[in-house]
């Protein structure tokens, strides 16, 4: 399956240069985050579902994620160290094991979910960290300055075509069953496919060079020294302001105008078919440096969809903003993660801060995500009121920060 894949892909650029070419391990990254993500997709998704059917309160959703988002970064900040003194495949396998663990915890708990709600987000945010830590890695480690790019296209597309597959099987089988029974058959589903990926994560070896040391409590001073490197993180500050509120609340807001899970599921589809496309055309075309037009083409199409809510709530209005938002998502994430794997290289040490630049890059994502589900809470708790357009229009104008935060190359 794996000598399919690459020779499938290697064929898409047979007029390419050697050196842009993928490699073996790089593949095998892709095929294993796209077995992973499959899982993840059907039961990320409907978890936040499950928690609103269990609960019907934005503030519970909410806080679920706000202490996801906060403990995080310290699973980063873990994760990051059990990298630098092991291996990086030991905090990816771990995330695997812990996150398929955890939906295992879900399905034992069931209705009991929501009186432990609070353990559960603590769980869910360290164990997507020590994932989500070793998972960049790989990816900066697999790939090159000369093929990122086009690598970091391949993941989004084969990542998306995942997403398009999870939400739609998922919301099918939620569909069949009566009650909330189908959200254990889609759970135990995404517990199957996070040992398939732990399993074929064995085929990527071990780095070398372990036992390194751990630079995390010099990032500050770097961040004074290396300006355009501190700029991009910013950035990422900026763009997880609408990050937070978009990682769980659209599904929400759907399935309130349209209460069918099977429907959440089949739009994914849509959503994530568009996304492809776009991966499709930034990996033939993208070019470096117009990526300060990329963001700001992004940022518009993000405030073009927002405007959509502005009159009322109702699913045309809904679906048009996520169309939109599902085509100018993958371009502003593409680029603004090819041009930091680029300043990395440029820090000190030659590559030796890849870890500490992902755990730093976190810490700041999330703690826009936080600011914006806070503001969330604390100001639209209601759905039926008309703020939650204003607070997604706020967070679509601080996604110039990604625009000023970055230089073309």
């Given amino acids: 399956m794996i000598v399919r894949i690459r020779t499938w892909l290697q064929s898409?650029?047979?007029?390419?240069?050697?050196?842009?070419?993928?490699?073996?391990?790089?593949?095998?990254?892709?095929?294993?985050?796209?077995?992973?993500?499959?899982?993840?997709?059907?039961?990320?998704?409907?978890?936040?579902?499950?928690?609103?059917?269990?609960?019907?309160?934005?503030?519970?959703?909410?806080?679920?994620?706000?202490?996801?988002?906060l403990l995080t970064p310290i699973g980063f900040a873990l994760g990051g160290w059990m990298i630098k003194k092991k291996d990086r495949m030991v905090s990816y396998r771990l995330g695997i094991m812990l996150i398929g663990l955890f939906y295992l915890s879900v399905i034992i708990a069931q209705d009991a979910l929501?009186?432990?709600?609070?353990?559960?987000?603590i769980f869910n945010g360290l164990a997507a960290a020590f994932y989500w830590v070793g998972y960049l890695t790989l990816m900066y480690d697999v790939s090159t300055e000369q093929n990122r790019i086009r690598y970091l296209a391949f993941n989004m597309i084969f990542f998306t075509a995942a997403t398009l597959a999870g939400p739609a099987l998922a919301g099918f089988i939620i569909r069949l069953q009566e009650g909330l029974s189908g959200y254990t058959i889609v759970f135990s589903i995404a517990f199957c496919m996070f040992l398939l990926a732990a399993f074929i994560s064995m085929k990527i070896k071990a780095s070398g060079g372990h036992?390194?040391?751990?630079?995390?409590?010099?990032?500050?001073?770097?961040?004074?020294?290396?300006?355009?490197?501190?700029?991009?993180?910013?950035?990422?500050?900026?763009?997880?302001?609408?990050?937070?509120?978009?990682?769980?609340?659209?599904?929400?807001?759907?399935?309130?105008?349209?209460?069918?899970?099977?429907?959440?599921?089949?739009?994914?589809?849509?959503?994530?078919?568009?996304?492809?496309?776009?991966?499709?055309?930034?990996?033939k075309y993208a070019d470096s440096s117009k990526s300060r037009l990329y963001l700001t083409i992004s940022t518009v199409g993000y405030l073009v969809g927002v405007s959509f809510l502005l009159g009322s709530i109702t699913?045309?209005?809904?679906?048009?903003?996520?169309?939109?938002?599902?085509?100018?998502?993958?371009?502003?994430?593409?680029?603004?993660?090819?041009?930091?794997?680029?300043?990395?290289?440029?820090?000190?040490?030659?590559?030796?801060?890849?870890v500490e630049s992902m755990?730093?890059?976190?810490?700041?994502?999330?703690?826009?995500?936080?600011?914006?589900?806070?503001?969330?809470?604390?100001?639209?708790?209601?759905?039926?009121?008309?703020?939650?357009?204003?607070?997604?229009?706020?967070?679509?104008?601080?996604?110039?920060?990604?625009?000023?935060?970055?230089?073309?190359?």
């Fill in 211 to 283: 036992h390194r040391v751990y630079y995390l409590k010099l990032t500050g001073l770097i961040m004074k020294k290396e300006r355009d490197w501190f700029k991009a993180l910013l950035g990422f500050l900026g763009m997880g302001l609408l990050q937070g509120t978009m990682l769980f609340l659209p599904n929400i807001l759907l399935f309130k105008v349209m209460p069918r899970e099977d429907i959440v599921g089949y739009l994914g589809v849509l959503y994530s078919s568009l996304s492809i496309v776009m991966g499709i055309f930034i990996s």
């Fill in 12 to 69: 898409r650029g047979t007029t390419l240069p050697i050196e842009k070419k993928l490699s073996r391990e790089a593949v095998i990254s892709l095929i294993i985050h796209s077995t992973f993500q499959f899982g993840a997709s059907m039961s990320g998704v409907f978890l936040n579902l499950y928690l609103w059917r269990l609960t019907h309160s934005v503030a519970v959703n909410g806080t679920y994620n706000l202490i996801v988002y």
């Fill in 315 to 354: 699913v045309w209005t809904v679906v048009g903003f996520m169309i939109l938002y599902s085509i100018f998502s993958p371009l502003q994430g593409n680029t603004m993660t090819g041009y930091y794997y680029g300043l990395i290289a440029k820090l000190p040490l030659k590559g030796e801060l890849k």
């Fill in 359 to 409: 755990v730093v890059r976190e810490t700041f994502l999330n703690l826009g995500r936080v600011v914006s589900i806070f503001c969330l809470i604390t100001f639209a708790n209601d759905l039926d009121g008309g703020m939650i357009p204003w607070i997604l229009m706020i967070g679509s104008l601080t996604q110039l920060a990604c625009v000023w935060s970055i230089k073309n190359r």
């Fill in 114 to 121: 929501v009186e432990y709600y609070v353990a559960f987000a």
